[in-house]
Nanobody, 115 residues
């Protein structure tokens, strides 16, 4: 059994920054891609950023230029640094990882951007 646990969500003011972290644990064979997705109320889940098992990264359009993804292979963690956040970034942010033969999802962490 594999678990992905996110942390770091919360309330932030417009223009602020937030760092999300995700840790994978359990019966981990090999971790391929790890990444972050988000889902706002009434909208489909969308890609924020992914990082492969090397250093290759891919960013979705929604936060491009305002976000950086990083990964620590020794700790099985992936972080997401988000800057210049606006109310449109309010969503549940999900960690995801392709571990062994399947994809896993975390439970999600709420990010709210508001005064």
């Amino acid at each position: 059994q594999v678990q992905l646990v996110e942390s770091g969500g919360g309330l932030v003011q417009p223009g602020g920054s937030l760092r999300l972290s995700c840790a994978a644990s359990g019966s981990i064979s090999v971790i391929y891609t790890m990444g972050w997705y988000r889902q706002a109320p009434g909208k489909q889940r969308e890609l924020v950023a992914t990082v492969n098992d090397g250093t290759g990264t891919h960013y979705g359009d929604s936060l491009k230029g305002r976000v950086a993804i990083s990964r620590d292979n020794a700790k099985n963690t992936v972080d997401l640094q988000m800057n210049s956040l606006g109310p449109e970034d309010t969503a549940v942010y999900y960690c995801s990882g392709v571990i062994g033969p399947r994809r896993y999802w975390g439970q999600g962490t709420q990010v709210t951007v508001s005064n």
